[in-house]
Structure formats: structure tokens, C-alpha cells
């Protein structure tokens, strides 16, 4: 039909259209938060509570100081910055979560059936999603200097670890998304989605550093994004050399943006 | 697109699930200025017809064409004209009435100003202005009904599709339900509306289809179907075996 295709946006608006679909998806469920706040406390208060818990049992311990990644540095600056990429790989759940609650509901329906760009409900989700981090960062670099952890690079330091946490966290929910949509049961997602957030965040350098855990431990620690994401925000706060662990922590960015983002979309579509 | 094209134009259309055959060959068209009724009993293939129509899923085989535009090949042009509301509420329970006929009109291509201004407009028609600023959560199911027909008509689409919309609805709901629902028709809306109760399609359809075990087993004006007494007839056939 010629009048159809002729009708057909160009594609630049269709892109601009994409952007502002997942602004308003974004929108919504960041009101949603405000309308019902206690759905804010698992992702701002838990937190907080594990830092003060961890640093308080832990931050007393020491670590020889010639321990690979510790030089100069008190065990609870070693620690905190494990503790805030623990953190977000913990938040990052919720993501799956909640665009599972959204694909189950009718609402899936409602938003497919209007010409909305497909991607918009991840993108949305991906956009409030990373307010969420933001904030959650920035609360615990807050509570976490009065426990120890000293920025010596200052505001922009804090400003490189939040942005740093904020990309790590939304990575990780990129995957929570994919594999919420993979278990497709809103039930099984809840008690599963926690399982590798745990393992990648224990199976790390969060804590000790690589050469201190189990054996079997090391070869994956040595590759996790959590041990990375927490050597640059080390680096970051200490103002140490930063390029090859960003390197490797852009790789595994970049990689987990793109693979189970591309999955996560693909799933989203074609739940017929 | 002329008068006498048809809002919809469902043939040859097969849709299987596995082993499970929901649409086995339906052929149907809708009138448009007409309010057409599916007439069927639970499991006769309603939802899944309703959803391939909408462009939520794709028929296995033949082809539907929704306002000159074929689902599978054009579905953006289709989504952009119709409304829809499905079997259950497309709404966020998280939301007030009111941020979710915005939300959902802006996602429809309304500008805020003009979402703004629908919303109030049909909060006011079917009677929420009360409560709409109240989370969803807290609706009665006939308000949320018809907060969930609000939604489908923010940005006046020329063709409604209704999934069972009286369900579960006590009977002043649907009642006034379909008060609103006929003052859409008087304004020219085409309706394509899924229904298990044979009374509501007697006495509201123009057209009507009965559709079991994912078939037309019967069409005509509910007066047609039952001067041959095949309305009744074969309704209550398909529901005698159908309800067990
Ligand atoms: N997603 C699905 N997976 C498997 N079977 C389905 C699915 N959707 C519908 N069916 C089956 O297709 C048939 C028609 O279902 P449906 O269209 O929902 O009927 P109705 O809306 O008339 O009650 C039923 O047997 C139902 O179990
Ligand atoms: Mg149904």
C-alpha cells in the first residue's frame, strides 16, 4: 500500500520518538517510587545498613600491607569501595524484577498495543533505574566517610565513583533483565535473580583481595567486573593509577550493555 | 480506505499454542460505525483473536487487515488508530487514575497539555473526577473497568477493541458500562467487543459472531440468529459444553 509506506516516519523521528517513550516510561516509574516510597527501601536503606553492619564487624580487621591492591591503604578503605559495588550488584535484581512485574500485568499489553517503540520499556526502566544508583551511591559515600573511607581526589572523585557505580549497577541490571525474562514467573525470579548477585559479589576482591580467597575462587575473581569496578573506584578515591582496570571494566560494560541488552529486548517482543 | 471498506478483515486466520489449535480458520469483518460482538464461551479462542487484531501477536497463518493496514506488515500504522482494552486492565495500580490516562495518552502521541485536558475530559464522563487522583490500587473493579476504557479512548481512536469488558462486573457496572459504551457508538466509534453473555450481544450488537473452539460457527444480526433460533441454539450448545 504506497499511501502507508509514504505515511511511514522518517527514521530520525522514529529515534527521537524512541527517546522520548522511554523518558515518559522512566517518568512513570520514578512517580510510581514517589507515590509508594516503600518501595525505596530495599534500594536506599538496605544498603546503608550493609555498609554500617560490614564496616562495624569488619573495618577493624588489618590486611598486610604488602597485599596486592592494599598498599597504603587501611582495610576499610580497601573495603568500602567493595561494599558500594556489592551494593549495586544486589540493586541490580530489582531491574529484572520489576520489568517482569510490568510484563506479567496487563499493562505489557496496554504499552504493546500502542505505538510505542518496543525497546521503550527496558530503556525506561534502564533510565529511572540509574536515578535509583545515583542516589544510592552518593548516600553511601556519604555515611561511608564518616566511617573511614577518605576521597583524596575530592569532589570529582566522587563524582568519577558515583558515575562508575551508576554504570557498573545499571550493566548488571541490563543481565537481572534478560534473565527475569528468561524465568518469565514473577515468583521464581524472586528467589533466583539474588543467587549470582551474591556469587559475583563474594566470588571478588570486594572484600580481601584476590590472592586471600579459596582457591578455586581466584581464576574467577581475577575476571569478575566486581573486582575491577572496585579497583577503579579504589584508584578513584586514592588517585592511583586507573587505566587498566577502567579498561576492563568498559569491556565488561560495554559487553553486558549490548549481549543480554539485544537478549532482554528480543524476549520483551516476542512474548506472544 | 473508503465507507465501505472494513474497519476489520479477519480470513483464513490459524493460531496454535503447541498442540493447542486456539483459532482453527476465522473468518470475520467488521462494519465500520458498527459495534460487533464475538460472541463465545470460555476457551473458544476470544482473547486470542482479539490479540492478533491488536497487533500483540501473530496469526500462524492468513492475514488481518485493520483500517486498510495489515497487522503483520504495518503494525505501527494499526497501533497508532486503535484502542484497546484487553482482558485485563492495562493500568499501573501504582499510579493515580489520572497520571495513568497521561501516561497512557502520551504514549498514544499526545502533547501533555493535551493529555492533561483528555484525562480530565474523561475522568468526568465516566464518573471519576473523585477519585482521580486516588492510586489505582484502591478502585473498585468497576472503576478500574472503566478507568481502563478511559485509557483506550485518550487519543479517540477510530476503532475500539474490547476483550470481555462486562466480566466480573456486578450488574449496575455493566450497566453503565454500557451506557458508555452505547454513547460511543451514537459518536461513530467502531467496536469490536468479546462477550460470553448472549443477552449483552442480543441486545446491544449490530453484528454478531459466535465463535467456539476457534471457529465462526455462527454470524448474522442478533435478530437473523435467532428467527432461526440458531443464536440460542448455538450458544447454548457451545456453553453446555464449554461451562463443564
Ligand atoms: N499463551 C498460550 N499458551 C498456550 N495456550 C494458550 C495460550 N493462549 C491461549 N491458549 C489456549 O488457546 C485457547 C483459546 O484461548 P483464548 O483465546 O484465551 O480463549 P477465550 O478468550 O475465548 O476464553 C484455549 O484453549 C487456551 O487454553
Ligand atoms: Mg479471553
Redesign the interface.
Known amino acids: 500500500?504506497t499511501i502507508?509506506i509514504a505515511?511511514?516516519a522518517p527514521t530520525a523521528a522514529i529515534r527521537l520518538r524512541a527517546v522520548r517513550?522511554s523518558g515518559?516510561?522512566a517518568g512513570?516509574n520514578l512517580?510510581?517510587l514517589r507515590?509508594?516510597p516503600g518501595?525505596m527501601l530495599y534500594p536506599l536503606v538496605q544498603p546503608l545498613i550493609l555498609l554500617v553492619m560490614q564496616v562495624s564487624v569488619f573495618g577493624n580487621l588489618a590486611l598486610a600491607g604488602h597485599a596486592s591492591g592494599t598498599v597504603g591503604m587501611s582495610y576499610r578503605e580497601f573495603l568500602i569501595p567493595g561494599i558500594i559495588i556489592q551494593n549495586a550488584a544486589l540493586t541490580a535484581p530489582t531491574t529484572g524484577l520489576a520489568l517482569l512485574r510490568d510484563a506479567g500485568?496487563?499493562?505489557a499489553?496496554?504499552?504493546?498495543?500502542?505505538?510505542?517503540s518496543r525497546a521503550a520499556v527496558l530503556a525506561g526502566r534502564l533510565g529511572s533505574d540509574a536515578v535509583v544508583f545515583t542516589v544510592q551511591a552518593m548516600l553511601l559515600l556519604l555515611v561511608a566517610a564518616p566511617l573511614g573511607f577518605r576521597v583524596h581526589t575530592g569532589l570529582p572523585g566522587m563524582l568519577a565513583i558515583t558515575g562508575v557505580t551508576v554504570v557498573f549497577g545499571l550493566s548488571v541490571a541490563v543481565l537481572s533483565a534478560w534473565l527475569a525474562l528468561l524465568i518469565n514467573d514473577a515468583e521464581t525470579a524472586e528467589r533466583t535473580l539474588y543467587f549470582p548477585a551474591i556469587a559475583i559479589a563474594f566470588i571478588s576482591s570486594a572484600f580481601v583481595p584476590v590472592g586471600y580467597l579459596a582457591g578455586w575462587m581466584q581464576p574467577i575473581a581475577r575476571v569478575n567486573p566486581v573486582t575491577g569496578a572496585a579497583a577503579v573506584i579504589r584508584s578513584m578515591a586514592t588517585g592511583g593509577g586507573l587505566a587498566v582496570p577502567l579498561l576492563e571494566l568498559a569491556c565488561w560494560g560495554v559487553f553486558l550493555f549490548l549481549v543480554p541488552g539485544f537478549l532482554a529486548a528480543r524476549r520483551w517482543q516476542s512474548q506472544? | 480506505m473508503n465507507d465501505l471498506t472494513p474497519a476489520i478483515e479477519v480470513s483464513g486466520v490459524r493460531k496454535a499454542f503447541g498442540q493447542v489449535t486456539a483459532l482453527d480458520g476465522v473468518d470475520l469483518s467488521v462494519a465500520p460505525g458498527s459495534l460487533t460482538a464475538l460472541l463465545g464461551p470460555n476457551g473458544a479462542g476470544k482473547t486470542t483473536l482479539v490479540?492478533i487484531i491488536?497487533?500483540?501477536?501473530?496469526a500462524d497463518e492468513g492475514r488481518v487487515r485493520v483500517l486498510?493496514?495489515?497487522v503483520a506488515a504495518?503494525p505501527?500504522?494499526v497501533?497508532?488508530r486503535?484502542g484497546?482494552t484487553?482482558?485485563?486492565?492495562?493500568?499501573?495500580d501504582?499510579?493515580?487514575g489520572r497520571?495513568n490516562l497521561i501516561?497512557?495518552g502520551?504514549?498514544?502521541?499526545l502533547r501533555r497539555r493535551q493529555a492533561v485536558e483528555r484525562a480530565g475530559e474523561l475522568a468526568a464522563t465516566f464518573g471519576l473526577t473523585d477519585a482521580t487522583n486516588r492510586?489505582v490500587r484502591t478502585y473498585s473493579g468497576g472503576m478500574r473497568r472503566r478507568l481502563?476504557l478511559a485509557?483506550s479512548l485518550m487519543a479517540r481512536p477510530a476503532l475500539l477493541v474490547l476483550d470481555e469488558p462486562t466480566t466480573g462486573l456486578d450488574p449496575a457496572s455493566r450497566q453503565q458500562l454500557w451506557t458508555e459504551l452505547g454513547a460511543l457508538r451514537a459518536a461513530g466509534t467502531t467496536m469490536l467487543l468479546t462477550t460470553q453473555y448472549l443477552e449483552e450481544a442480543d441486545r446491544f450488537a449490530d453484528f454478531v459472531y459466535v465463535l467456539n473452539h476457534g471457529t465462526v460457527v455462527a454470524s448474522g444480526t442478533a435478530a437473523q440468529l435467532k428467527g432461526t433460533g440458531s443464536l440460542d441454539e448455538a450458544f447454548l450448545a457451545l456453553t453446555r459444553e464449554g461451562a463443564i
Open positions: 500500500m502507508a505515511t511511514e517513550d515518559l516510561i512513570r512517580r510510581v507515590k509508594n518501595r500485568s496487563g499493562l499489553d496496554r504499552f504493546r498495543s500502542l505505538p510505542v506472544n | 490479540r491488536a497487533t500483540l501477536s501473530r486498510g493496514f495489515d504495518q505501527k500504522q497501533r497508532a486503535i484497546l484487553g482482558q485485563f486492565a492495562g493500568l499501573d501504582g499510579l493515580s497520571d501516561l497512557i502520551r504514549l498514544a502521541g492510586l481502563d485509557a
